[in-house]
């Protein structure tokens, strides 16, 4: 199973970013995916979940601001920020909560001026 990321890049404080995930070997709408992210000097934290039934949770910092969805005919998960902080930089992966997969490449994403 090959799971990439891709999507990120520079934005400015208050803007918006979509990201998207592609797997080899797994079907995204069977199992429950998340996305994580790793800010330098961080631990990776999950960030938000869709589960199988298209109910979603979200962590704290990113509630109200992001948004994740499936599309079932491209078997992709994207993760859709808007309202960027600067605290939101890191590299943001996706991966199954449940049983991880191996980490992709993970997508960078700066929020800056």
């Known amino acids: 199973v090959q799971l990439q990321a891709s999507g990120g890049g520079l934005v400015q404080p208050g803007g918006s970013l979509r990201l998207s995930c592609a797997g080899s070997g797994i079907i995204f709408r069977t199992n429950v995916m998340g996305w994580y992210r790793q800010a330098p000097g961080k631990e990776r934290e999950l960030v938000a979940v869709?589960?199988?039934?298209?109910?979603?949770n979200y962590a704290d910092s990113v509630k109200g601001r992001f948004t994740i969805s499936r599309d079932n005919a491209k078997d992709t998960v994207v993760l859709q920020m808007n309202s960027l902080k600067p605290e939101d930089t890191a590299v943001y992966y996706c991966n199954r909560p449940a049983s991880l997969l191996k980490w992709g490449q993970g997508t960078q994403v700066t929020v800056s001026s």
């Open positions: 869709m589960n199988t039934d298209s109910n979603t």
